[in-house]
């Protein structure tokens, strides 16, 4: 009998499907939807989210969110995390923002499909109020942003505009919100002005972060709003499915396949995550 090697990449980008499909994490289940240009969503179909981009990164997230009152998804894409915090909790109130026209509309098809109520917003967090150019990504919505190079302005599958910006704290006091629980933030090295537009908060709520963290020099920077602030840094490695302290926000290995995230967090959470 002859045994074929399958090109597992090749098969998700060829055997596609347009549709709903059950997503399972432990014992919370949620929909996605999935289409042929967004290849993370058929990762996850054919993988299961428990072998797929974000594994371990989701199950943090989602634990953390069935205890929070109020989570912020900043840099929302399709919205996994937004409809990953709201059937983990479903008293949660989310906040999702996203700019990118693409992502847009799956993020509110994936709304849409598990009935839920996001609060969606359509700005780009900044640390101003106005607007901005924001490079936009056809196909590949999670690498749109408001850093544009010369490799994004010369990308054929690409456009730029101007889309409205806003700083967290303004949007913070326009929604009267309270409670600041619960913030992931991932807007391609964008990650320092989006924390420069939340002033005080992170002083006053203490909220707990994942924040992907593209390389050493953006983790220095990104380090400097929590100094002082008796945070803990924890690792995320998406390959060994591992929490790992550490003393900054640097990888302990660069070149690891696609472990960008780190859980940014107070003592009281890392018991909480262990079970203390």
């Not at 634990?63 to 840099?75: Q, V, W």
């Not at 359509?122 to 990504?137: I, K, P, Q």
């Not at 006091?173 to 002005?193: A, P």
Request: charge should be negative; include cysteine.
């Amino acid at each position: 009998m002859k045994i074929l090697k399958v090109d597992y990449d090749k098969f998700i980008r060829d055997i596609w499907f347009t549709g709903r499909f059950k997503v399972t994490l432990g014992e919370t289940s949620f929909y996605l939807y999935s289409t042929k240009s967004d290849k993370g969503m058929l990762e996850i179909f054919y993988k299961g989210m428990e072998n797929a981009w974000d594994a371990k990164s989701i199950q943090i997230w989602m634990k953390l969110a069935s205890r929070s009152e109020n989570a912020f998804d900043i840099g929302a894409n399709f919205g996994l995390y937004s409809v990953a915090a709201k059937a983990a909790n479903p008293t949660c109130t989310v906040h999702a923002f996203e700019p990118s026209l693409n992502a847009l509309s799956m993020l509110k098809k994936n709304i849409s499909v598990n009935d839920f109520s996001v609060e969606v917003s359509e700005v780009a967090l900044s640390n101003v109020n106005g607007t901005a150019d924001f490079h936009d990504m056809e196909q590949s919505s999670a690498a749109s942003s408001l850093v544009i190079d010369e490799a994004a302005k010369n990308n054929a599958h690409s456009s730029i505009r101007k889309v409205q910006t806003l700083t967290f704290s303004d949007f913070v006091e326009q929604k009267g919100i309270t409670n600041i629980d619960l913030i992931s933030i991932d807007v391609e090295l964008f990650e320092t002005e989006v924390l420069e537009g939340m002033g005080d908060l992170i002083s006053k709520h203490k909220p707990d972060f994942l924040i992907e963290v593209m390389n050493n020099e953006a983790g220095e920077k990104i380090e400097r709003f929590f100094e002082g602030e008796d945070y803990l840094f924890f690792e995320i490695n998406e390959t060994a499915k591992t929490l790992t302290e550490r003393n900054h926000l640097r990888r302990e290995n660069a070149n690891q396949d696609h472990s960008f995230n780190f859980l940014i967090c107070s003592k009281e959470t890392a018991a909480y995550l262990e079970g203390k």
